[in-house]
């Protein structure tokens, strides 16, 4: 759709692989006029697997992923993904966009006097009608879905609990399977192990991982945790002050980048 | 300087209010008694009347003793139901009218300020007239009866039944919202996904609590020809017949406590 897009990326193997690309585009947020807090950030998603998004408090890393499904409205700058300019829609075709962009939120953002499978199927809410929804009524296909991706997150027994009955890892797994119920392109998390244990943590990482592979789709997560993104992520893009400071594999992400990304250095040993 | 101070062995003082303070709180206890002394002027109490009226208590008890039951059967059961049937539709109706006024106030559903100034001038003009000035205006419109009452108590619960709903509407987490949203959902399967799980405790709370309130009021509502109760406490003050009199007040009585005991108990299994 954009000849810049198109123009920067190398001539993609296949148009599936092409359609789960993502390329942002001297976005840029201002909360307060003048007072940008993403200065006109660029970055191209084009690969599989985890691309991690590291960096300290308040610089940006939760408005660029919000931005990208627009919970939070961009100031300027182009989002392209499955060939539209996500900045440009609005109403049912942003509701359409939304739906193929799964999210994972640091405090699980589960309704939390619903049963553990009516969270999942949530996630169907942006295909089913309204009445469905109301009515219970999900589609048999949806349901059993909702069925396999608790068996695969580990929560099968625990299908009609009430979500607020359950654990942080266990809300975080219910959390998990509502994104991937709406049959991502691209998975988003924003700091989803920050509230949880470090083995926890693992874990989630692992099945965040392992599930994005598994539907062969890219998955952006901001994390706090050095450590977990060098351990999880493919690629590692690190963020100070509303700018991209550091793209590049794990390997390359060396003390030097680490003391920019985040200052000082005294918290290195 | 406080160094200074200890050094010097002068006490260090505290007060809890500056001068201009105390001299403010002492204006307003002399407005406060000042008040009183012109309400009780304005009132115009005659003494002659308070000198009995212990007397007049005593009197009246004993001309409603014995309490005149075989009337039960014959009018008071009817209107007993009357009133439980004003309260109960009257409850429905109002929690149907306040709903769609509630999203209209909550900030977090409408984001008009107009619209939201709106939806509050209607909680608070239906709420600050009493339920007994509505049951007259809706008397001369449908003359009297239960038809009347009913609309009486569902225009006047529409204020207080879509303020605590719109309340509850606020303070609904913006998470599980958020989460919708980033799922594609539309804006009325959020409100029945989102909102209304959070919502429910405190809506069927504030419905029965209210319902209680109304069986109360319902039941003197007749007194200016609303139907129920009121209507044969009426009738029978009217006759002089004190017995009847007593009956009415004994039912009126037991059928607050029965909505009192239901209510709480309805509310205990909810919460």
């Known amino acids: 759709m954009s000849v810049s897009a198109t123009a920067t990326q190398p001539p993609a193997p296949g148009a599936r692989k092409r359609e789960r690309s993502l390329v942002i585009n001297k976005l840029r947020k201002e909360y ?20 991690a998004i590291i960096g300290p408090s308040g610089t940006g890393k939760s408005t660029l992923i919000r931005c990208i499904n627009r919970l939070v409205e961009p100031t300027a700058g182009e989002i392209l993904f499955r060939g539209q300019d996500i900045v440009r829609l609005s109403g049912p075709e942003l509701r359409a966009m939304r739906r193929h962009i799964g999210m994972i939120f640091q405090e699980y953002n589960l309704v939390e006097r619903l049963s553990v499978i009516e969270n999942v199927l949530c996630g169907r809410l942006g295909y089913v009608p309204v009445w469905r929804a109301w009515l219970r009524r999900f589609p048999p296909a949806d349901v059993e879905r909702a069925f396999q991706l608790l068996d695969a997150v580990g929560l099968a027994d625990f299908a009609n609990q009430r979500a607020d009955q359950l654990s942080g890892g266990q809300r975080q ?24 244990d470090p083995k926890t943590s693992v874990e989630i990482m692992e099945l965040i991982a392992r599930r994005a592979a598994e539907r062969n789709i890219p998955a952006i997560v901001n994390m706090h945790n050095v450590e977990l993104a060098r351990r999880f992520a493919e690629r590692i893009v690190g963020m100070s002050k509303g700018s991209i400071v550091f793209d590049g594999p794990p390997d390359a992400l060396k003390d030097t980048h680490l003391i920019e990304i985040y200052g000082g250095e005294g918290w290195l040993e | 300087m406080t160094t200074a101070d200890v050094s010097a062995g002068r006490p260090r003082q505290w007060q809890r209010f500056s001068l201009p303070e105390r001299i403010m709180r002492s204006a307003f206890y ?22 009995d009226a212990p007397q007049q208590t005593v009197d009246l008890f004993v001309r409603m003793w014995p309490i005149d039951w075989g009337w039960y059967p014959k009018v008071v059961h009817a209107a007993l139901l009357e009133t439980l049937h004003t309260a109960t539709l009257g409850t ?6 306040a709903a769609p006024v509630a999203l209209m106030v909550a900030r977090n559903i409408t984001r008009s300020i107009i619209l939201n100034s709106v939806g509050r001038f209607i909680l608070v003009a239906t709420r600050s007239v009493h339920a007994m000035v509505w049951a007259l205006f809706f008397v001369a419109l449908f003359g009297p009866g239960a038809l009347a009452g009913m609309l009486a108590i569902a225009v006047h619960s529409i204020g207080f039944t879509g303020k605590f709903l719109a309340e509850a509407i606020e303070e609904a987490k913006p998470g599980p919202i ?50 129920g109760l009121g209507m044969a406490l009426d009738t029978a003050l009217n006759n002089l017949y004190w017995d009847q009199v007593g009956l009415v007040l004994v039912v009126i009585f037991g059928i607050v406590i029965v909505a009192e005991i239901a209510t709480a108990w309805i509310r205990s299994r909810i919460i």
């Open chain 1, 32 to 51: 307060r006029a003048g007072q940008p807090v993403l200065r006109d950030v660029s970055l191209e998603i084009a690969n599989l697997g985890l691309t």
């Open chain 1, 173 to 196: 797994r219910v959390g998990i399977a509502r994104a991937l119920m709406q049959e991502p392109d691209l998975v988003l998390a924003d700091e989803p192990t920050s509230s949880l």
């Open chain 2, 30 to 51: 002399f407005v406060v008694v000042l008040a009183v002394i012109w309400s009780l002027r304005t009132i115009e109490i005659i003494p002659e009347f308070l000198y």
């Open chain 2, 92 to 97: 429905i109706l109002a929690v149907a009218l």
């Open chain 2, 178 to 227: 958020e989460a919708l949203t980033a799922a594609g959902a539309s804006p009325l399967a959020i409100l029945i996904k989102g909102y209304w799980p959070q919502v429910k405790p405190a809506f069927l709370a504030i419905a029965t609590f209210r319902w209680d309130i109304n069986v109360r009021e319902s039941a003197v509502l007749g007194l200016v020809g609303g139907g």
